[in-house]
């Protein structure tokens, strides 16, 4: 099955910075990319994904780019802002779009230090 | 994107009884997945439900563990059965409409 790996697992920037958070994944045949934002007692929210047609995505001051090849995906946070702190969750699934379960990497605590 | 909720968001529980989380969403789903987060992890899939079939459960979880209804396009529930301590989580539902949205979690706490 498919096997994802997140790094780092805790990440401190200052504010005003960039974060990246970057993940591999196993299975070449997984087609779909999402990023996930968790905060303290709530369920996780989709901010960004990215399909296997394309390289890159970006949104406001988010952006995820993917790398097939290489098997990589990474998520780029730019400005940070305190608000960003939270825990982030890559994930890959094979059909995409919700028609199968995803796999999910183990998590980055994002710090924004101010 | 759907809205979803889950009943009830948190409860403590005595070891070897049960029990069941809903699921609710504002809008008919094709398929309601459930995950397991243990304390402080990343999350896990339990099982896939589809409305008028069984649920297809992933390695590791069984159906006499976590049995799963789905009796149709808005609503699923989760048993946890027979509890032991291991089983404290969080459980989140959660629903396809081209991504994957969640619910905001129960919070399982097995004494």
């Known amino acids: 099955g498919e096997n994802v790996e997140q790094h780092p697992s805790t990440l401190s920037v200052q504010e005003g910075d960039s974060a990246v958070i970057k993940c591999t994944y196993s299975?070449?045949?997984?087609?779909?990319f999402p990023w996930y934002k968790q905060e303290l007692g709530k369920g996780p929210q989709l901010i960004i994904d990215i399909r296997s047609n394309v390289g890159e995505k970006k949104d406001q001051r988010i952006a995820v780019t993917l790398n097939k090849t290489a098997k990589h995906f990474s998520l780029h946070i730019t400005e940070t802002q305190p608000e960003d702190s939270a825990v982030y969750f890559c994930?890959?699934?094979?059909?995409?779009?919700?028609?199968?379960?995803?796999?999910f990497g183990k998590g980055t605590h994002l710090i924004i230090q101010p | 994107s759907a809205v979803i909720s889950q009943k009830p968001s948190r409860d403590i529980c005595q070891r070897g009884t049960s029990l069941t989380i809903q699921c609710q969403v504002d809008?008919?789903?094709?398929?309601m997945f459930w995950y397991r987060q243990q304390p402080g992890q990343s999350l896990t899939l339990i099982a896939t439900a589809n409305q008028g079939s069984e649920a297809t459960y992933e390695s590791g979880f069984v159906i006499d563990k976590f049995p799963i209804s789905r009796p149709n396009l808005t609503f699923s529930t989760l048993t946890v059965s027979n509890m032991s301590p291991e089983d404290s989580s969080i459980y989140l539902c959660?629903?396809?409409?081209?991504?994957?949205?969640f619910g905001p979690g129960t919070r399982l706490t097995v004494l």
């Open positions: 959660s629903v396809d409409q081209r991504e994957q949205f």
């Open positions: 809008s008919q789903v094709t398929m």
């Open positions: 299975d070449s045949a997984s087609n779909y």
């Open positions: 994930a890959a699934s094979i059909y995409g779009g919700g028609a199968d379960g995803l796999t």
